[in-house]
């Protein structure tokens, strides 16, 4: 099937609300684009698809989405590809796939090799994001932010959130002080992470 029909297909299931066919075409959408060697617009179009799923308020079948692509866009993807996919979308305000995404690619502790502590720091600032906007709703204004926060708020907790994040910012600093010699980038990056510290449980 090709990408345009597939993509009506998408259009359709979300106008219906049709959560099994929705992620039935999106994991056939994916695969095509992995089977056409398009492994960067797996994560960008996954990406896209999920995005457009929440401001649909489709969160349950976002999260169903969201699984499927963090599977398959590591599998189509190395760690630098993922990483700088992540450092982008970051920039441009998405951050729950991203942490998630990072989340998966990692469980497995040979990846990313000395850029490690880079995946880690950018996953905490993920989290850290998003912990702020649940933390401080009023400060949501925009259309795609307050789908966002929605959206996480919908199967997470702020205690648990806050215990993720936490978590993360342990395992980032663990990682640097093990590294022999960390660039200037990293050094900058561990600076950062300390910007978002000590953080309180409400």
Request: charge should be neutral; aromatic fraction near 8%; include cysteine.
């Amino acid at each position: 099937m090709a990408r345009g029909p597939i993509n009506m297909l998408l259009q359709i299931d979300w106008m219906l609300g049709d959560s099994e066919q929705l992620k039935k075409h999106f994991q056939q959408y994916l695969v095509i684009l992995s089977a056409n060697d398009l492994d960067r617009m797996v994560l960008v179009g996954g990406q896209y698809a999920i995005e457009t799923t929440i401001r649909w308020r489709q969160f349950s079948a976002a999260d169903n989405l969201l699984e499927k692509w963090v599977d398959i866009a590591i599998a189509a993807n190395d760690e630098e590809a993922i990483l700088d996919f992540g450092e982008s979308v970051v920039m441009k305000n998405r951050f729950w796939t991203v942490a998630r995404l990072l989340e998966k690619s990692l469980s497995s502790p040979e990846k990313f090799g000395q850029k490690r502590f880079n995946a880690e720091t950018l996953r905490c600032m993920a989290l850290y994001k998003i912990y702020d906007m649940l933390q401080n709703p009023d400060k949501v204004k925009k259309g795609l932010s307050m789908a966002q926060a929605n959206w996480v708020s919908s199967s997470t907790s702020i205690d648990k959130l806050h215990g993720t994040l936490n978590e993360s910012i342990a395992d980032a600093k663990k990682t640097f002080t093990n590294l022999a010699e960390p660039t200037r980038e990293q050094k900058v990056l561990r600076a950062q992470l300390e910007k978002i510290q000590p953080l309180k449980s409400y």
